[in-house]
Nanobody, 115 residues
Framework: QVQLVESGGGLVQAGGSLRLSCAASRIIFTINNMAWYRQAPGRQRELVARITRGERTNYADFAKGRFTISRDNAKNTVYLQMNSLKPEDTAVYSC?????????WGQGTQVTVSS
């Protein structure tokens, strides 16, 4: 069973930055897409960014120009660099990994942006 361990969330002032990490608990030989989602209180979960096995990326409109997704296949890790954070970015951020054994979700990490 693969577990995804996230880190990097926290409290930051508006305009600040955070870098989220999501690492698999064991080696996964074939990882396809890796993605970050978020869910704010009272709202549905939404895609933030996705990166394919070939490292093609796509972003939600709110993330374009501010967030960058990247991956390190040797470490089975996906990152989300978030800059110019806004209070409306406050949410629980979860990673999602599509691999040869199935699809796994991280437990989520809280990001809170104060105004």
């Amino acid at each position: 069973q693969v577990q995804l361990v996230e880190s990097g969330g926290g409290l930051v002032q508006a305009g600040g930055s955070l870098r989220l990490s999501c690492a698999a608990s064991r080696i996964i030989f074939t990882i396809n897409n890796m993605a970050w989602y978020r869910q704010a209180p009272g709202r549905q979960r939404e895609l933030v960014a996705r990166i394919t096995r070939g490292e093609r990326t796509n972003y939600a409109d709110f993330a374009k120009g501010r967030f960058t997704i990247s991956r390190d296949n040797a470490k089975n890790t996906v990152y989300l660099q978030m800059n110019s954070l806004k209070p409306e970015d406050t949410a629980v951020y979860s990673c999602n990994v599509d691999h040869s054994g199935g699809i796994n979700w991280g437990q989520g990490t809280q990001v809170t942006v104060s105004s």
